[in-house]
């Protein structure tokens, strides 16, 4: 009842609040549905008067209520009504706005009650002596907060966090507004929407009423169970299950992968081989899918298209790895990462001898040193091409976004970092890395780059640039492509200066080739579902499955059998425990 937001989205809106009561309150019962004058209204009931803060009633008529109106008040001794029962009244009637007009609310203290009636926006204030009402767009979102709690500047900052928000948004679903109750702020917990005022004064609730389609439903999230403040450890646990519950990107590969799997078996047997894949990439070992090795597939590579690279075993010496640096001509910072490895796993900046030295120290598999890339864009893109026909296809653009956070000028990057889901689950593992530079209070409008590489699992955010296919770009890929002895399906992860000198072929460096196990990328970004993500899996397995048996067929090779695939997968496991 001190923080109140209005979201229109699709259909409907969101009303949450987030109730602000002193610990020493009882806990609201959770919510029901009661009669109240003949209407039935569902609402969390406060235990102590009976009345609430948040209440719909089953025409989707719903009503939100916070404490004062226009100013701080000096309340009395007692009222004749709480105003939690006055809500009730109030929304019980037919007519509620009507019903507010004529009511006579002497000796009730003063309100602010946001009345969403009909589809139609009502701000309705009682100052104590007289009533203000005003009709707001419903289309537009509001914020609110609660005049007995928060000064005019922090009402301000607060509207800001709330611009700022929707600025980043691309869509408003339910997860999302209730992470704004929950995250938004700078750190300060005196000020930020989930606050603590020395555990006196706490947010006790966040309450949310969804009207899509005429209809209402009510999420009721007690953060103190019974009064005690929640575990610090806990909470951390409960945001990081539920940004990976709700946002299918963050799913396990099983989980994503599992439904659409009875598509891979139909495939194999169609193919008679569960390893249908094998004859892909004819020159690339298992075609890419497993154990390939990056240095083998650079190797086909013509040289000007990839990085200076190095090929290490793993117990190489730091002596004898300097001189061959220097004889390459490579100096820091560099890029090192497995010979043999996936999803970014072991991937890491090098920016002097002490950080190779420590990644020496920890390292158990052969890996690979590369130059730096410095260009600020890197995208993911996926090339086919089917045996016999002349060109090759692109089939998906993944544009990949780095882990950053951008200056407020009060924030430490710790607290910038705690603001967003994405980084936030990358939280503990800069912690490690960066240590007490967290705590440094980055300068207003000011970026920093923490995870310089476009790896999904270090946080990068993936977003779909498929509409960036055309003729230029699909030559510029083809030609290199064709240059690289029999590959006939990858995503190739590239990083360039910009769109305009990629499509003429110019200032573009690959990082890596994926073969047969590739994903399309695309498929990760956060507006997509994860329906379009299982249509994009099949559309590429089909292209596959086509792609491999045409190259069987040609070149009279024999598709991988049964015991030398699962063998395969058994070697890349063990190899993946070593990276671990």
């Known amino acids: ?102 009511c006579d609310f002497q000796e009730i203290e003063p309100f602010t009650l946001i009345l969403y009636v009909a589809g139609r926006l009502y ?3 009682w100052t104590g002596t007289q009533k203000y009402q005003q009709e707001l767009s419903s289309s537009t979102a509001h914020i609110w907060s609660s005049a007995t709690l928060y000064e005019e500047d922090t009402v301000l900052q607060r509207a800001q966090w709330f611009s700022d928000w929707q600025a980043n948004q691309r869509r408003y679903r339910l997860k999302d507004i209730l992470d704004f109750h929950r995250f938004a702020g700078t ?23 969804a009207i899509i389609k005429g ?73 890419g899918f497993a154990m390939g090795k990056k240095s083998s597939i650079y190797a086909l590579m013509p040289g000007e298209f990839y990085p200076k690279t190095l090929l290490f075993k793993a117990e190489h010496e730091m002596g004898m790895l300097k001189k061959k640096l220097e004889w390459k001509g490579m100096n820091f910072p560099l890029i090192a990462k497995p010979d043999i490895g996936e999803r970014g796993v072991k ?14 120290a920890v390292n158990q ?22 045996p016999g026909e002349r060109k090759g296809q692109l089939s998906g653009i993944v544009s990949k976004e780095f882990l950053k956070v951008k200056g407020d000028g009060k924030s430490t990057i710790e ?45 990068a955010k993936f977003v ?61 970004d956060p507006v997509h579902s994860v329906f379009f993500a299982w249509k994009e899996i099949i559309r590429h397995w089909k292209l596959l499955y086509q792609i491999s048996l045409l190259n069987a067929r040609r070149k009279e090779l024999v598709l991988m059998g049964n015991v030398e695939g699962f063998r395969m997968i058994k070697a890349h496991q063990a190899h993946l425990k070593m990276m671990a």
């Open 187 to 209: 750190g300060n917990p005196e000020q930020d929407l989930v606050m603590n005022r020395n555990g006196q004064m706490m947010t006790r609730s966040i309450t949310n009423i």
């Open 1 to 102: 009842m001190c923080t109140v937001t209005f979201l229109p989205v699709k259909n409907g809106a969101y009303l949450t609040s987030n109730r602000d009561e002193k610990m020493t309150r009882a806990e609201a019962l959770a919510p029901k549905s009661y009669t109240v004058n003949g209407t039935v209204l569902t609402f969390p009931k406060d235990r102590e008067k009976g009345g609430t803060w948040m209440a719909f009633k089953s025409n989707a008529d719903a009503a939100v209520l916070l404490n004062g109106a226009f100013v701080k008040h000096f309340p009395r001794p007692s009222y004749r009504q709480s105003r939690g029962i006055t809500l009730l009244e109030i929304l019980s009637q037919e007519f509620p706005v009507l019903y507010f007009q004529g």
């Open 415 to 459: 607290m910038l970092l705690k603001k967003e889901d994405r980084s936030y689950l990358q939280l503990e593992a800069l912690k490690k890395v960066y240590g007490k530079e967290l705590n440094q209070v980055l300068p207003y409008g000011v970026s920093l780059e923490l995870v310089p590489y476009g790896s999904h699992n270090r946080g």
């Open 123 to 125: 701000e309705c204030r």
């Open 347 to 360: 991937v890491k900046l090098l920016e002097n001898d002490q950080q190779l030295k420590s990644y020496l």
């Open 464 to 524: 779909d640039q498929s509409f960036r296919i055309n003729e230029k770009l699909q030559t510029v890929i083809d030609q290199l492509c064709q240059r690289i002895p029999e590959f006939y399906y990858g995503r190739l992860d590239i990083k360039f200066k910009s769109w305009e000198d990629l499509y003429a072929g110019k200032h573009f460096m690959v990082i890596e080739i994926n073969g047969a196990a590739s994903e399309p990328t695309h498929m990760y």
């Open 215 to 287: 209809k209402a439903k009510m999420i009721h999230l007690d953060l103190q169970p019974s009064g005690k403040a929640a575990d610090g450890k806990l909470m951390t646990w409960f945001r990081k299950a539920s940004i990976r519950t709700f946002n299918w990107e963050y799913w396990p590969f099983q989980l994503v992968y599992a439904p659409v799997m009875w598509y891979w078996c139909w495939l194999s047997l169609k193919a008679r081989s569960f390893f249908f894949f094998s004859a892909a990439n004819p020159m690339i070992l298992n075609s």
């Open 365 to 386: 598999v052969d890996f690979l040193l590369q130059e730096y890339i410095d260009y600020k864009l890197e995208a993911g893109i996926f090339y086919y091409r089917i």
